[in-house]
C-alpha cells in the first residue's frame, strides 16, 4: 500500500554460494536502509541525483565484506523509493521492476535485465521466448559488489497514479512465472499481499529452481 510518507521497495538476490550471497544480499538491504533514511533524516528528495550516490554507498559496502572476508560475493538488487507520487527507480542485475495500472491489458516491465541474454535478445541473436531455456541464462553483466559494474541504469523517474501496481521481483520468480501470469494474478489479487503470495505459491509450483522473492505495492 502506497500512502504520502516515503516507502521503500526493494528485492536482492545474493551470488556467490549460499552462504556468502546471502551475507551481500543482506548487506545490500541493510545499506539501502542506512542510506535512505539519512536522505530523509537530512530532509533531502531523491531528485538531484541522489539514487546513483545511495547504489555506490550500497556497491562498496558489499565490496568491502567481501574483502574483508577474502573471498568474491555478490547481489542482484533493485529499488523503487515512493516519494510525493513519484518513484525512484534503481536496479543491478537481473531482478526485475514491472509496472500494472489498474484497468490495463498489459504488464510494463520498468528495469532492463543486465544479464547474456538481454545482450543476445537486443542484438537479435535470440527470440525474448529463448531467454528461458538458455543455457547461460543466469550469467549477469552487472553485480553489487563489483566497483566496475555495481552500478545502476538511469532510470526515469515514475509519475504515479491511483491504481498502479508495482512488483518487484527476483529472477526465481520471473522465470517460472511469465508475464502474463503475474498481470492475471495482479488483476485477480484484493491485496498486494495476496498477489504476492499467490505469485511466490505459482513460482514453486512452476518449479522453484532459484531463490523466490517478491515486493508488491499498491498505489490507492
Known amino acids: 500500500m502506497y500512502m504520502h510518507k516515503p516507502l521503500l521497495l526493494a528485492v536482492a538476490d545474493g551470488m556467490g554460494g549460499e552462504e556468502a550471497g546471502e551475507v551481500a544480499s543482506r548487506i545490500a538491504i541493510d545499506q539501502l536502509c542506512k542510506e535512505t533514511q539519512r536522505l530523509y533524516q537530512a530532509q533531502l528528495s531523491p531528485d538531484e541525483g541522489r539514487i546513483p550516490d545511495i547504489v555506490a554507498c550500497i556497491n562498496d559496502a558489499v565490496a568491502d565484506e567481501a574483502q574483508r572476508r577474502g573471498h568474491p560475493m555478490g547481489s542482484t538488487l533493485v529499488f523503487a523509493l515512493l516519494h510525493e507520487g513519484r518513484a525512484f527507480l534503481a536496479n543491478i542485475g537481473d531482478s526485475r521492476i514491472y509496472l500494472w495500472r489498474s484497468g490495463g491489458n498489459s504488464l510494463t516491465r520498468l528495469v532492463k535485465d543486465h544479464s547474456l541474454v538481454q545482450l543476445l535478445v537486443d542484438e537479435g541473436i535470440i527470440d525474448e521466448h529463448d531467454r528461458y531455456t538458455h543455457p547461460r541464462r543466469n550469467f549477469i553483466t552487472r553485480s553489487l ?8 541504469d538511469d532510470n526515469p523517474v515514475l509519475n504515479l497514479q ?34 504476492c503470495d499467490e505469485l511466490i505459491a505459482m513460482a514453486n509450483r512452476n518449479g522453484g529452481e532459484d531463490n523466490i522473492t517478491a515486493a508488491i505495492a499498491r498505489v490507492l
Open 145 to 152: 559488489g563489483d566497483s566496475n559494474t555495481g552500478v545502476s
Open 162 to 195: 491511483s491504481g498502479d501496481w508495482l512488483l518487484l521481483c527476483s529472477d526465481g520468480l520471473w522465470e517460472m512465472v511469465r508475464d502474463d501470469a503475474i498481470l492475471a494474478v495482479l488483476r485477480n489479487a484484493s491485496s498486494a499481499q495476496r498477489a
